[in-house]
């Protein structure tokens, strides 16, 4: 844990994160969501000792502006639970009380704006405060592109992590604290060896496959901030909003849906494969993508060439 915690509620987050990590969540869980409200807290409520219904009604409407953050709630709701475990005053949300998300349907690339997105990422300029970074733009999408990855679990790869021999790539303590192995295609591999040993003249000392220019792990945020800018560099249009590193994903489930499609397998026997290779809790999460089909199906050709699961065309 590097950030410091600073409002009047910060011993209590910092003993519900070791509370947390000590029952084997992992950090990534929960590091991001209380460091948000410690400094929700500091700018909006300097002076309080006592997490009351106010603050626990403003931070939700504060974090789900346009009821977009289906997990707004759920970490004001621990914390107080949390509070109250330890014989803190707190005020818990009814669990009833959250409102129901609507997610919004992911964002289908044509294979024009793939290719232009992946051409902005080769051509990201240098900045001498960060050097290893036109490298690894470049990287990162394709590695989360040809294997599906949601953004945390590619921002928090190791190094450990790729064997090149065995030529996969282990994910550790995702969502729902499983972890899993993808075997992956020789370009992945050879992606990410080429990455790697360009990334230890820079960092040689940095646990992180993909370090910061401080070494450590990147934050979501950054994430998005390099997605968009390459989206709107590769002068992709912008309808009704900018896709996200998230949608990377989803394309990849599409597209191996699609191949297989043209193949002529049978969708309901290859599913399983699928969703375990993303690492989805259940097949209903991955049967989602196949009301997807017919509008990629119009927008886009087929792939030509190589795999997605165990050879992705990068």
Request: net charge neutral.
């Amino acid at each position: 844990m590097t950030y410091k915690y600073q409002s009047n509620f910060a011993d209590d987050l910092i003993a519900m994160f070791n509370y947390k990590i000590a029952l084997g969540y992992s950090a990534i869980s929960y590091e991001g969501g209380l460091r948000r409200l410690d400094m929700f807290f500091l700018e909006y409520f300097p002076t309080c000792c006592v997490l009351s219904q106010e603050i626990v009604n403003a931070w939700c409407d504060h974090e789900n502006v346009n009821n977009k953050a289906p997990n707004h709630a759920i970490i004001i709701r621990e914390f107080a639970k949390f509070l109250i475990s330890i014989g803190k005053d707190a005020y818990v949300l009814p669990d009833k009380a959250r409102k129901k998300y609507k997610p919004e349907l992911p964002c289908i690339f044509t294979e024009a704006e793939i290719s232009a997105f992946f051409h902005a990422t080769d051509i990201y300029p240098h900045r001498n405060n960060s050097p290893l970074l036109e490298y690894t733009i470049p990287t990162i999408f394709r590695v989360q592109f040809a294997c599906g990855l949601r953004p945390k679990e590619v921002l928090h790869l190791q190094k450990t992590d790729i064997d090149y021999k065995n030529k996969n790539i282990y994910i550790r303590q995702s969502k729902r604290h499983k972890d899993r192995v993808l075997p992956v295609s020789d370009d992945v591999i050879q992606l990410c060896k080429k990455y790697n040993e360009i990334s230890k003249m820079f960092y040689p000392e940095a646990a992180c496959f993909f370090p910061s220019n401080h070494g450590d792990v990147y934050e979501s945020g950054w994430l998005e901030r390099a997605f968009r800018k390459c989206w709107i560099a590769a002068g992709n249009t912008i309808e009704n909003r900018v896709p996200s590193p998230y949608d990377l994903r989803h394309n990849f489930a599409t597209r191996t849906l699609m191949k297989w499609v043209e193949e002529g397998k049978d969708l309901d026997s290859y599913i399983p494969y699928l969703s375990a290779y993303m690492g989805h809790g259940s097949f209903s999460s991955t049967f989602y993508y196949i009301h997807l089909l017919p509008e990629r199906l119009s927008k886009m050709a087929f792939m030509d060439a190589g795999t997605i699961i165990g050879g992705a065309n990068i």
